[in-house]
């Protein structure tokens, strides 16, 4: 086996690659930018060696810096992770030129899978199931009109070198082809330096589903199952799970079989997706084919016990596979969510800065039997930054049945704390409890379809708001408890006692409680339209961030944020600020008027004396809340000045190089 | 017998109402609580002792003989406890005469004020009213006298609390500007020495009594108010959490509550606080955050001169005075607003014996003719004389820049300073880099090559703890991660400190 390997990437993949090369007995070196000087994976190798600033393409796209850096340090293997030089053949066939063995498919491979032409091409060969379309070279509009015709209507129009939905168009009619024809010809030139695009029939409600495969280079492929990808935002994965709700046993092996099929015909040998779209009728079409480590890879690995990066490192190694077709059984459910650096409630803009909080959920196996791993390459402290990849962690839940795996991945999703930036997890926790989305009913339209609006955090109802309001009557009742312990108290002819009639407010709602000490620790929380009252138990304390507990013996996690006079509570996808009053205080708080929002002012002003270094809009540009205005430097400081809400610019007063004076105007919105 | 004990219970009910119902409905209608409902939410349930509700006043001129007396004569005033802790109050009562101070009115204060002072118990005045009851002329004036001059006795013995409810205007507003805190209630609560009327009729400014006085303005801009809150109860309540945190008088020492948080935490994260680059910011309420007690700070003048953070919180269950520059705002620079600001939280820090905790990110004075023509000198000066004067534990931990005269302010050992640290990225000097070596080497100037190693060698030599740590100004360099630890040592080990001051008079700050 290798002695010392080399993981050309940074972040959440590269710690994960680590962490089994680790296992396996192989010394590890990481290489890094500028940027990541600091970073978990530099931390966690044996060895890291600097390769540049923080732009990758003058640092983690160098083939050169990465090769020398292998000899610098002896590493006899490089693992690229995924994204970066991945999927280059340029950079697997560099590597062999320097008797470095590259931890992923041969470079023919690579080649002919990268190219969404050839790759349907060989698909074609290998009788493997391809959407209707034209693999040729479309040269005008026109062409694509005819063999829209041909198809049949919808169509899609891609650009053969693209991803991530960049050049991409759909066209329902003739008129449609044509304009979008040409916009998705100059997307892709100036996206991708290449202008080809081809033309396919477009599946409506598709569902995307993808099948693991694993090859060796002694001819052996074989396949781990599928998974579905079918939620994503704007063409990027969101949640993945493996195995797919929709695929039957039989559908499950004609897509296997067709993947190593067309794995086998390009001499695939290492880990590899063949991705599929997916009608809802169960037949399937060759998309494309991704010759390396995905990012959803944790959910295969969960549900077959496989290490998929072991795999790859043995096979690359010369090792036969030490597992047949025969041996792979699925077992159980896994789900996935990425979490991103991203604030959902204003249109997912991208969030980056330091990470204040990073608490996530304890990892490990509990006494269900359910499995909670969180591939990470963060840290408190830490920083999101601008140059990569806004992906925090990824967070898999695995156990027996669908819906455990989903209750299991909403509760790790409650006890995962983040906070100094922006992130997703309040709309991954919506999504969880979100009646489609537990009946399996999946498209890659689902998002777009079911949250039309965009996202805001929705109320608690009906028993989660029970649960919410139980909680913050513990919290209440702990802190209450204290205070009665303060020291300099009147001598007590009177013991100052907290009345236990209480009043739990959460938002509009109100819920009168009976709160008590119970044995031991346990507070018992009854409401007063209930019989039964709650029996509570838990070791949260003050000032942690996840509250965790038993309410009736039933686990309960809720993330828990101390507000004036109260604690702002999310759990199970929703969010609301609770106070737990007495009676009478309730009574009396009912009599508040309502505060409305305070108007933000159409100006931005110059919060602090100081020098305008950029303008980062013009006039009638249209801006999103956070987006960066204007940077001020004051006292040799740099101050980015983000929108407070969304707008369209309708004067610039400033320029850079100005001099201001605190409040005065900057720009102006509409 | 039956008849006069039922007797007193009506005469009760009666007085209870202050000036009826429907001055109590329109008193809600204008998002405002009574003045005994807002004592209820402060004091601890059914602790409230009223004392003078059968008061009345005695005026007899312009009509007031004729118009019914009404039991209270729009204060009420008493005692209570806060958790146990006892606490005097008086509320104004808007419903009864517009709350406006008449002689007896004052007089049922007065016997609070002595009260409050004699028990050495903090005083809680909550204010909504009209000021002076101007039928009773001077006799009103003398009361507001003889108010002001128990503030004044009262002032660095007894925490005095003064929170803004509703009007508060003219004569009124000179008792709260004595009192340690001033809190005021947003959208329904003004203070001003003259209203919108008196200041178009006098200047011929148009303004209204939100501009001139609301909560936003003495919060943000004149600083007359240390925080604000957005309705009576959420007030009330903060008041508690205020008192919890106070000592009762400036000999019993700070309260204590059990900690769930462990002093020697180590907090990793603290490590990467200060950012690669020196000019980036970073927040300084992070800090503050993670070294105190489970993260509770409650914050005085939160909304001005935010270049400087001031408030309270606990390390193991006790109270402690933190002060810390942000370098968020302007870089964390000290100008007369922040000096102002910070100095008289030092000094009632040092008036009831709560120890301070200074977290220094200095780059200096603020320079120019705003700062120096508005008394930047003396203004710096009080935040100086207060730290210099401080006989209350003083621990000082520098995170980054502590440049010129701004490193001796600071809480420095110099002036006092019982422990100070630094963390490894701290960096003592007279001045920045740039600066210094402009001056020192002014005959390379044009020499780029030079300045540049200049430079280095300065931030090498200087921009760092270890010269100060040679010198002993810095008795330790710490890790970051570790300050919570050492803070909570520090402050263990300081609770015996004894420190006097020659007597004296009263000192002559730089007012």
Known sequence: MFSKILIANRGEIACRVIKTARRMGIKTVAVYSDADRDALHVEMADEAVHIGPPAAAQSYLLIDKIIDACKATG???????????????????????????????????????????????????????????????????????????????????????????????????????????????????????????????????????????????????????????????????????APSPLLDEETRRKMGEQAVALAKAVNYDSAGTVEFVAGQDRSFFFLEMNTRLQVEHPVTEMITGIDLVEQMIRVAYGEKLAITQNDVKLDGWAVESRIYAEDPTRNFLPSTGRLVTYRPPEEGENESGVIVRNDTGVYEGGEISIYYDPMIAKLVTHAPTRLKAIEAQAQALDAFAIDGIRHNIPFLSTLMQHPRWQSGELSTGFIAEEFPEGFSNPEPEGETARLMAVVAAYIDHLQNERR??????????????????????????????LVSGGEEDEVIVSFDDEEQPRIV???????????????????????????????????????????????????????????????????????????????????????????????????????????????????????????????????EFA | MKNILEALEERRAAAKLGGGQKRIEAQHGRGKLTARERIELLLDSGSFEEFDMFVQHRCVDFGMQNQDKIPGDGVVTGWGTVNGRTVFVFAKDFTVFGGSLSETHAQKMVKIQDMALKMRAPIIGLFDAGGARIQEGVAALGGYGEVFKRNVMA???????????????????????????????????????????????????????????????????SSVADGAWDNDVEAMLQVRRLIDFLPSNNTDGVPELPSFDDPTRFDMSLDTLIPDNPNKPYDMKELIQKVVDEGDFFEIQEGYARNIITGFARVEGRTVGVVANQPMVLAGVLDSDASRKASRFVRFCDSFDIPIVTFVDVPGFLP????????????????????????????????????????????????????????????????????????????????????????????????????????????????????????????????????????????????
Request: proline share 4%; with cysteine.
């Open chain 1, 75 to 241: 590493a006899e293997a490089v693992h690229p992770g995924y994204g970066f030089l991945s999927e280059r053949a340029a950079f697997a066939e560099a590597l062999a030129a320097a008797g470095i063995v590259f931890i992923g498919p041969n470079p023919k491979a690579i080649e002919a899978m990268g190219d969404k032409i050839e790759s349907k091409k060989f698909a074609n060969a290998a009788k493997v199931s391809t959407v209707p379309g034209y693999l040729g070279v479309i040269e005008s509009a026109e062409q694509a009109g005819k063999i829209a015709e041909e198809i049949g209507f919808p169509v899609m129009i891609k650009a053969s070198a693209g991803g991530g939905g960049k050049g991409m168009r759909i066209a329902y009619s003739l008129d449609e082809v044509k304009e979008g024809f040409d916009r998705a010809r100059s997307e892709a030139a100036s996206s991708f330096g290449d202008d080809r695009v081809f033309v396919e029939k477009f599946i409506v409600n598709p569902r995307h589903i993808e099948i693991q495969v694993l090859g060796d280079k002694h001819g052996n492929v074989i396949y781990l199952g599928e998974r579905e990808c079918s939620i994503q935002r704007r063409n990027q994965k969101v949640i993945e799970e």
């Open chain 1, 484 to 513: 009665r312990a303060i020291t300099g108290q009147l001598d007590r002819v009177i013991d100052v006692e907290f009345e236990s009639e209480r009043t739990a407010v959460l938002g509009e709602q109100s819920f009168p409680i």
């Open chain 2, 155 to 221: 002032s660095g013995v007894i925490p005095q609390i003064s929170v803004i409810m509703g009007p508060c205007a003219g004569g009124d507003v000179y008792s709260p500007a004595m009192t340690d805190f001033i809190f005021m209630v947003r959208d329904t609560s003004y203070m001003f020495v003259t209203g919108p009327d008196v200041v178009k009729t006098v200047t011929n400014e148009t303004v209204t009594a939100e501009e001139l006085g609301g909560a936003k303005v003495h919060s943000t801009k």
């Open chain 2, 368 to 511: 120019g003719t705003a700062q120096e023509y508005g008394g930047l000198i003396k203004h710096g000066a009080k935040l100086l004389f207060a730290y210099s004067q401080a006989t209350v534990p003083l621990v000082t931990i520098i995170t980054r820049k502590a440049f010129g005269g701004a490193y001796d302010v600071m809480a420095s050992k110099h002036i006092g300073g019982d422990v100070n640290y630094a963390w490894p990225t701290a960096q003592i000097a007279v001045m920045g880099a740039k600066g210094a070596v402009e001056i020192i080497f002014r005959q390379d100037i044009g020499d780029a090559e030079k300045i540049a190693a200049r430079t280095q060698e300065y931030e090498e030599r200087f921009l760092s703890p270890f010269v100060a740590a040679e010198r002993g100004y810095i008795d330790e360099v710490i890790m970051p991660h570790s300050t919570r630890r050492r803070v909570s040592r520090a402050l263990a080990m300081l609770r015996t400190k004894k420190a006097e001051q020659p007597w004296k008079k009263h000192d002559n700050i730089p007012l």
């Open chain 1, 537 to 667: 138990e838990s070791d949260w304390v003050p000032g942690e961030p996840v509250w965790q507990g038993l309410i009736d013996d039933v686990e309960v996690v809720a993330q828990v944020r101390p507000i004036l006079n109260g604690v702002q509570i999310a759990h199970a996808g929703t969010l609301s600020a609770a106070r737990v009053y007495t009676r009478r205080e309730a009574e009396l708080a009912a009599l508040m008027p309502e505060k409305v929002a305070a108007d933000t002012s159409k100006f931005l002003l110059c919060p602090m004396p100081g020098l305008v270094k950029a303008i980062s809009v013009a006039e009638g540009q249209e801006v999103k809340a956070g987006e960066p205005l204007a940077m001020v430097e004051a006292m040799k400081m740099e101050n980015v000045l983000r929108a407070e809400r969304d707008g369209v610019i309708s004067k610039i007063h400033a320029k850079e190089g100005d001099s201001l004076a605190v409040d005065a105007v900057i720009l």
